[in-house]
Nanobody, 126 residues
């Protein structure tokens, strides 16, 4: 059983920074590709960022490229999303997701992930 727990969300002013974390209870964390997704009010879930098992390969949505950084600590079973220069349109519930991966790939499609956290709210005020 894989359990994912997000933390670190909150309220921040536009232009500010926030780091959200995803702690994973899993046998071998480094066997899992990980991703961040978000859902804003009255909008569909969207891809934010993804990272391969090793952390050596990453992918970002165009909307966050250059502002957000995804990373992982395989020894600590934790993934991070550093969010800088936040905008009001970044307001959403942020979810982390995990997928058992047999190669060092990242995955941008939500349906490919089997395990999901409960989400953490990020609110950016203007």
């Amino acid at each position: 059983q894989v359990q994912l727990v997000e933390s670190g969300g909150g309220l921040v002013q536009a232009g500010g920074s926030l780091r959200v974390s995803c702690a994973a209870s899993v046998g071998i964390f480094s066997s899992y590709a990980m991703g961040w997704f978000r859902r804003a009010p009255e909008k569909e879930q969207e891809f934010v960022a993804a990272i391969s098992r090793s952390g050596g390969r990453t992918s970002y949505a165009d909307a966050v490229k250059g502002r957000f950084t995804i990373s992982r600590d395989n020894a600590g079973n934790t993934m991070y999303l550093q969010m800088n220069v936040l905008r009001p349109e970044d307001t959403a519930v942020y979810y982390c997701a995990a997928k058992l991966s047999y190669g060092d790939y990242y995955y941008e499609i939500g349906d490919m992930y089997r395990y999901w956290g409960q989400g953490t709210q990020v609110t950016v005020s203007s």
